[in-house]
């Protein structure tokens, strides 16, 4: 039997709604020749195909470097094809149904275990211990791309998010930006006004509203096995808290990570939590925007989030010794820090944080201290489905619909079987 027949084997309903949920699952069955046919994908001798979500400047950048190693290496061909990151997950279970997936993904760091758990993603683990370099990347993002002790990846941009605040703003009102979450409460709660709010924050049900509220989660002291405790109820309460007294808009509830640059930009807001992504946009579109970064506040204990994207190589690829010769390419030093460079990202290789590039600026400096204290979302295969019970509290206990104490029992209850046994507590 081909890996290919492994692969649609094993997506049974249950890896469907594990991933995507029943809406997702559903959609797929009906709508499989969305993917398009094998001839749109490539595959022939010495060519391949990447999917991504980068858009913008990314993309740009992720282009680039296609276009210098194809300089490089005349024989090999590669075809980038942007899939949004809404429908990244649904295209690649669409895919692995139809045989019709690329050679290479640059996925989310939270997903990446949810494919190779169901078989969508090649092991690399001899080709990486050939390699012998895995011991250069920062042991948070180099977790990300394993699942059972073996490899599906390697790490390829690094992110966290940190504090932003308006310099001019923070100073007519005489307030300095808050080192804890005692003062984060004073400040915001000082710094708002009629139509502008103290802090942004996204708040959103996807992804993007988990990515931004765990950090706080993780100041308490608490984490997700452990969300219906004492540190869980302190963490979700100070977002319900800043809401209700003002110093946060009820609108982070629909805002995205984006939405949020936009407040802060135009000065609706006076802080936000953001990550060096944006840096692009705010130093082209807010030139006249004094504005400052500084690590999160702390709570019991310093925390951000990990995020960024991996590079992994698909089960059916049709050029899988390509695919790997691309991402050795991408993670030789030079090529790797200018990757980071151009997209606007943090680096994974532990050598490269302290390049004067990173450690000497005084912006990336405070990403890269703050990286350092990022926890990956690393909860095993069922991640999503985590997520989406994280979302669900915080949208009920912000909106109002629900006591924050219900809201995380009712996410408790949900989380704990999706856990591998190995995190449950209790």
Avoid at 3 to 24: H, M
Avoid at 69 to 89: C, E, Q, W
Avoid at 323 to 337: L, S
Avoid at 340 to 353: H, M, V
């Amino acid at each position: 039997m081909s890996q290919e027949e492994l692969v649609r084997r094993a997506l049974t309903r249950k890896s469907f709604l594990k991933i995507g949920g029943a809406g997702l699952a559903g959609a797929l069955w009906l709508g499989v020749s969305g993917c398009g046919g094998g001839g749109e994908e490539g595959g022939g001798e010495g060519a391949y195909t990447m999917w991504s979500y980068f858009q913008g400047s990314a993309q740009e950048a992720v282009n680039t470097h296609i276009q210098s190693f194809m300089k490089a290496n005349p024989g090999v061909t590669i075809k980038h094809r942007y899939v949004p990151f809404d429908s990244l997950k649904q295209k690649l279970l669409q895919g692995a149904t139809t045989g019709q997936l690329p050679d290479i993904v640059i996925i989310d760091d939270p997903d990446h275990s949810s494919f190779a758990e169901i078989g969508i993603f090649a092991d690399l683990t001899q080709q990486i211990k050939e390699w012998g370099r895995a011991d250069i990347f920062l042991e948070a993002p180099y977790e990300t791309t394993l699942w059972q002790g073996k490899n599906y990846g390697l790490p390829m941009v690094s992110n966290c998010i940190v504090l932003w605040y308006d310099k001019d703003l923070l100073e007519q009102t005489g307030v300095s930006p808050p080192t804890n979450w005692d003062e984060l409460r004073k400040t915001a709660a000082a710094l708002a006004t009629g139509d502008r709010h103290g802090l942004a924050v996204s708040g959103i049900q996807s992804e993007e509203g988990t990515f931004q509220w765990l950090p706080f989660l993780w100041q308490s002291g608490a984490d997700i096995p452990t969300i219906n405790s004492a540190g869980g109820k302190a963490a979700l309460g100070l977002w319900v808290d800043m809401v209700n007294n003002g110093s946060m808009s009820r609108g982070i509830l629909n805002w995205t990570q984006a939405d949020v640059l936009n407040e802060f930009m135009h000065r609706r807001a006076a802080m936000m939590v953001n990550g060096p992504w944006q840096l692009p946009t705010i130093t082209s579109e807010a030139k006249d925007l004094n504005w400052g970064i500084t690590v999160l506040p702390k709570g019991k204990q310093h925390a951000s989030v990990l995020g960024g994207e991996s590079l992994a190589i698909t089960t059916s690829a049709k050029n899988p010794d390509a695919a790997w010769d691309f991402i050795k390419w991408i993670e030789q030093p030079d090529n790797y820090k200018q990757l980071q460079i151009d997209t606007g990202n943090l680096p994974s290789q532990k050598p490269l944080l302290n390049d004067p590039y990173w450690s000497k600026d005084p912006v990336y400096s405070v990403f890269a201290q703050q990286l350092l204290v990022a926890k990956p979302r690393a909860y095993g295969p069922n991640y999503p489905k985590i997520s989406s019970a994280i979302q669900d509290a915080m949208q009920a206990a912000i909106s109002g619909q629900s006591s924050v104490d219900d809201a995380l029992a009712q996410a408790q209850k949900e989380i704990t079987p999706e856990l591998p046994e190995d995190m449950r507590s209790g």
